[in-house]
């Protein structure tokens, strides 16, 4: 008598993927529930070098591709700039004589600066407003970073804060510190997606709340009476006159009893390379 | 294919912290339905969320529950290909 072979039972091969997508599940949850931050201090470690050695690389590319650029669309470059440069100049002299004003009053009211052992400042310069920041080079920005971050160079090595402000040009602050690891850490923009942020309109000080929308991009909802105008600046509610962005459009439509405005950060994210971190 | 696997690996894991998110997402597509059980996708999830989203608890491992979601259904998707 013959009998048949039995066929193999192959069930754990079949469903080896769902055992393994369990265990992988079971993991994340067990090591984010033990360390929060553990897994992203490993992948910043991971990623540093990877991020010094392609800063380095694309700053090198960048010189080669001026070699194959025209001269004459170098030239015009340099012109457009030039004067650019100028006008910009020129803006800052009046900028300097508005920003002794603005420290003039705060002094007369009782605001001025801090000096960095926390006592009043009563200094003869106005008490300019001195703070305490540190440079960091932006290793990843948008939109090769997710969630609207950035990578800095800087952590716990150059004793980074969490919720330390990152600021361009020490008037723009783009956002905050999120997490700080060894020596990176990651800032996340207020302009990141859904995220709300407490601001001002600059020239009426009325309060507004920005919506992120990222890439730099903000909205706001305001009733159709309140007065906003293309070109405002919005900042940041406090005494520090912190720019967060500048209206660039605003959609009215008169059946609505609210008017959408439409806001962006005033630097360009893609070509951010260095930025302050201030407490 | 083994070495073919380990290159992509490589060109993605590069990609992570160096290139345009678009062109190591296109890769891990291609990887997932082109090589058999593609595990990697669902590291590739997992560090794009741990470099660049902050926790709050669970929230923001989106992309690690995208890659996970990818994974399991380019089974069924690839029993109804005649490609395979």
Request: hydrophobic share 45%; proline share 3%; net charge neutral.
């Amino acid at each position: 008598m013959t009998y048949l072979l039995q066929s193999k039972k192959n069930w754990p091969k079949k469903y080896a993927p769902l055992i393994v997508v369990g265990v992988f599940i079971f993991i994340v949850v067990v090591i984010t529930f033990i360390s929060p931050s553990f897994l992203g201090r490993v992948s910043n470690s991971i990623g540093l070098p990877f991020w010094h050695s392609g800063g380095f690389l694309f700053d090198k590319v960048s010189d080669l591709k001026a070699f194959t650029s025209s001269r004459f669309i170098l030239l015009e470059t340099n012109k457009s700039l030039q004067a650019q440069l100028t006008e910009t100049q020129i803006r800052l002299l009046a900028f300097s004589v508005i920003e002794k004003e603005n420290s003039d009053l705060k002094k007369a009211w009782g605001r001025s600066g801090e000096s960095k052992d926390g006592s009043e400042d009563g200094s003869e310069d106005g008490g300019k407003n001195e703070v305490n920041s540190i440079l960091a080079y932006v290793l990843v920005k948008p939109p090769q970073s997710f969630y609207d971050t950035l990578i800095l160079d800087v952590g716990q090595d150059k004793n980074i804060n969490k919720g330390s402000k990152i600021i361009v040009a020490n008037t723009v602050v783009l956002g905050t510190i999120d997490e700080v690891f060894g020596k990176t850490s990651r800032a996340k923009l207020f302009s990141s997606a859904d995220l709300e942020t407490l601001a001002t309109i600059d020239r009426n000080s009325l309060p507004v709340t920005l919506i992120g929308k990222g890439a730099g991009n903000f909205e706001i909802q305001v009733p159709q009476e309140v007065d906003i105008v293309f070109g405002d600046t919005i900042i940041l509610s406090g005494i520090k006159q912190e720019i967060v962005a500048t209206v660039f459009e605003i959609e009215s439509i008169p059946s609505n009893s609210f008017k959408r405005v439409f806001c962006k950060v005033p630097v360009n994210i893609d070509e951010l390379r260095f930025v302050s971190i201030a407490d | 294919m083994l070495f073919l696997r380990i290159f992509v690996d490589i060109v993605i894991l590069i990609g992570i912290f160096l290139f345009p998110a678009w062109i190591f997402i296109i890769l891990s597509l291609i990887g997932v339905f082109y090589f058999h059980r593609y595990y990697e996708i669902l590291l590739v999830g997992l560090m794009v969320d741990s470099l660049y989203n902050s926790h709050i608890l669970f929230s923001g491992f989106f992309y690690t529950i995208t890659s996970i979601l990818i994974f399991l259904i380019s089974f069924e998707i690839k029993k109804r290909l005649k490609f395979y």
